[in-house]
């Protein structure tokens, strides 16, 4: 299922391979050959001699290549290829010939659509960000291989809106929730929740002394080069055990609230000099486009999205991230600050899930997203032994990999 190839500029014949997680509508025709754009797509092609291969924007799946003499080699993980693999930038096409590659790029940020400026009603807003949701979950369940769905659902309002979402569209689903502790956060939050839903029972997947001991290493291997930092050693190690369980469950596809936070401001130093002060359209275009650019700069560094991608893609679980969606993620750069306001705290998002689904944490001022580190207890004092055991792991890893 991964995406990996080698191709050989004088001597092999046409090969191909791709990942599409939408049915492409948009394309462009770009250096002799044709690419779909504004949606999640992933493609390797040798043809005539040349080599082509593209990471759309926002990049749900990362690629990587290396040329060695005529042999080009790509894949998804930089240390399986030979020589010094150089990544595909999302949004880029590298194109490769005797002598030499090239990055062309070719849709490599959102676009920065015009902020509405007719009045708009707070509960009209909701209405049409549910209908644009809908529509991005339904577009990437027609793409999932047959098998069962999956969910990760951390227990938040963005992974539980996926589920609700799936529900309206009649979807059978399993969530998947981690957790050091059956009375840690996440897992509390999902079953209180996705029972007041009517949804299913969220499978809750321990973490204890042993799978940390016998699977770190795994989880870290499959991350890949962004060295010992502990919030994301736990979250692999949280991404690695849930990969687990859905294969053993036999889920095909893994859907997850990844994304909201990025397009609705939740990046840390997006707005060092934007403030609350107005509703006017030139502050909603300086919010709109300090988005944009705090989200490439983001993707650039791949961290929690390659992260979930790598993991759960090794275990040949296709992954879906809908709040990426392209229409979606435009129609939100688009709105005035009545709407969504400068604040870190995704306060619009709030306001849907208290009209959306049960009442719920984030109906307190003090909710933030804890993701798949502090509310999976990896915090909690019980569970300290193994924020240390990982820390300690983590650095012989990074330190051997570093040393060789």
């Not at 909701?126 to 069962?148: D, M, S």
């Not at 688009?334 to 604040?343: G, L, R």
Request: charged share 20%; glycine share 6%; with cysteine.
């Amino acid at each position: 299922m991964r995406i990996s190839g080698s191709y050989n500029l004088k001597t092999s014949p046409k090969i191909s391979s791709s990942d599409f997680q939408i049915q492409p509508t948009n394309f462009i025709d770009l250096e002799e050959i044709r690419l779909p754009i504004s949606g999640p797509f992933a493609l390797a092609e040798g043809k005539h001699g040349s080599c082509y291969i593209y990471s759309s924007y926002p990049s749900e799946i990362p690629l990587y290549f290396s040329v060695i003499k005529n042999e080009v080699h790509w894949g998804e993980l930089k240390g399986k290829l030979p020589g010094n693999p150089e990544r595909v930038k999302p949004g880029y096409l590298a194109h490769i010939k005797p002598g030499g590659y090239k990055l062309v790029p070719v849709q490599n940020q959102l676009p920065a659509p015009a902020i509405r400026q007719e009045k708009v009603f707070i509960k009209d807003a909701i209405a049409e960000y549910w209908e644009l949701l809908l529509v991005a979950v339904q577009r990437r369940l027609a793409t999932c291989p047959p098998g069962k769905i999956a969910v990760s659902c951390s227990g938040g309002v963005d992974s539980l809106l996926i589920c609700q979402a799936l529900m309206v569209l009649e979807i059978d689903f399993i969530p998947f929730t981690a957790c050091t502790d059956y009375n840690s956060w996440d897992i509390q939050n999902a079953i209180l929740v996705l029972e007041a839903m009517s949804g299913p029972k969220p499978v809750a997947v321990l973490i204890d002394n042993d799978f940390v001991i016998s699977h770190a290493q795994e989880a870290m291997s499959l991350y890949e080069y962004l060295g010992p930092t502990d919030k994301y050693n736990q979250a692999a190690i949280s991404y690695l055990a849930i990969a687990k369980a859905a294969e053993i469950a036999g889920c095909s596809a893994i859907f997850n609230g990844h994304g909201q936070d990025d397009v609705h401001g939740n990046i840390r130093s997006i707005y060092k000099e934007l403030k609350n002060e107005d509703d006017s359209y030139k502050q909603a275009q300086m919010w709109r486009d300090e988005r944009i650019r705090a989200l490439k700069e983001m993707l650039y560094l791949w961290n929690d999205h390659k992260l979930f991608s790598s993991i759960f893609r090794h275990y040949g679980i296709h992954v879906r991230m809908p709040y990426f969606d392209w229409d979606l993620a435009t129609w939100a750069l688009s709105q005035p600050i009545s709407i969504i306001p400068v604040d870190k705290t995704k306060p619009f998002v709030k306001k849907a899930a208290n009209l959306l689904l049960p009442p719920g944490p984030w109906n307190h001022s003090t909710y933030a997203s804890t993701g798949y580190t502090k509310g999976a207890g990896w915090e909690n004092p019980k569970s300290k032994h193994l924020s240390d055991l990982v820390e300690e792991l983590s650095r012989k890893f990074f330190n051997l990999q570093n040393s060789q």
